[in-house]
């Protein structure tokens, strides 16, 4: 096994890769067939309503004051 080592990355790039690839899995499995899915329902549900947008809200957040 190697290891090969990266450059340096802020965690936040590492959560929007994360992100990315929680949204492509929901969404490829959503596309097959009820029979064939891979993620239960509640799996499904956890991630598109719960997980991914808390992730999206935090990656998205702005310390700003907006007044």
Do not use: C, W
């Not at 993620?39 to 499904?44: A, D, T, Y």
Request: aromatic share 8%; net charge negative.
């Amino acid at each position: 096994m190697t290891f090969q080592q990266t450059k340096q990355e802020y965690e936040s790039t590492k959560l929007e890769r994360v992100l990315k690839e929680l949204q492509a899995i929901v969404k490829r499995d959503g596309k097959r067939h009820l029979m064939d899915q891979q993620l239960s329902h509640s799996m499904q549900e956890l991630l598109q309503y719960e997980v991914i947008p808390l992730l999206e809200a935090e990656l998205n957040y702005d310390p700003t004051p907006q007044y």
